[in-house]
């Protein structure tokens, strides 16, 4: 190999195809170690918090916003001219407690979801508006067979929870692109139900930019073809593809 081949690295061998991304914890947010600092800003372009931007973190009681960790997750990302991804605005995993009851421990109405929802989503995004480019909206709203899965989003919200999130979202940074985000999305069933959910926020206008594929895959499955063929059938749609 020649110095020029060692020294290449993965964002640069793939600068003209996509963007190169890491999840950080919030050690590695916090820069503990130069080692891993170091690799983070030279083999990657694009940035997303494993953790630190799930409600439980950020936004863990009603009124108090924890933007401390994310902060410092956009400094990182600003100073090596990184592609930020927030992750993630709606998911029914790693919640606060409170986001479903009243004061007197009811389960709150679908106006009250809708109040919370637009709160969070345009708090947390107006905050950094400008500054991150792209945010995974609604997280695993699926169930494998692709049915929406019975969530409380979904049994107070119906399925509409979804539109609202991409709407609130999208006002709160019309810059941003707006992703859905789930696992499994390979499988035809998944994958059909993540496209339904695609076409049915664009048919009503709704802005939605990319789906991200969580690609929790072995050596042996899925398959390359599987594989490709949901990638077409996702473009096809008019959205981009993230894993």
Do not use: C
Not at 7 to 23: I, N, Q, R, S, Y
Not at 220 to 243: L, R
């Amino acid at each position: 190999q020649s110095k020029a081949q060692q020294k290449l690295t993965l964002k640069e061998a793939f600068k003209d195809k996509f963007l190169m991304g890491v999840a950080v914890n919030r050690y590695q947010i916090n820069q503990s170690n130069q080692e891993e600092t170091d690799l983070i800003a030279s083999q990657f372009n694009a940035l997303t918090a494993e953790n630190d931007m799930k409600w439980m973190y950020i936004h863990p009681e009603e009124n108090t916003f924890n933007f401390e960790q994310s902060d410092k997750l956009v400094e990182l990302a600003q100073k090596n001219d990184m592609f930020v991804v927030g992750h993630t605005l709606v998911w029914h995993s790693q919640l606060a407690p409170w986001v479903f009851k009243s004061n007197n421990g009811d389960t709150i109405s679908n106006e009250e979801l809708n109040g919370r929802i637009k709160k969070h989503i345009s708090t947390i995004v107006g905050n950094y508006k400008g500054r991150i480019d792209a945010w995974d909206v609604v997280n695993e709203a699926l169930e494998e067979d692709g049915s929406y899965r019975k969530s409380p989003f979904y049994k107070i919200g119906g399925e509409a929870f979804i539109e609202k999130a991409f709407q609130y979202a999208n006002a709160a940074d019309p810059g941003a692109e707006l992703y859905y985000n789930d696992y499994n999305l390979i499988t035809p069933e998944k994958r059909n139900g993540a496209i339904r959910i695609i076409n049915n926020l664009k048919s009503k206008g709704i802005k939605i930019d990319g789906v991200g594929v969580q690609a929790h895959w072995s050596l042996n499955e899925p398959s390359i073809e599987d594989i490709e063929t949901a990638i077409k059938m996702y473009s096809e749609t008019g959205v981009k593809v993230m894993f």
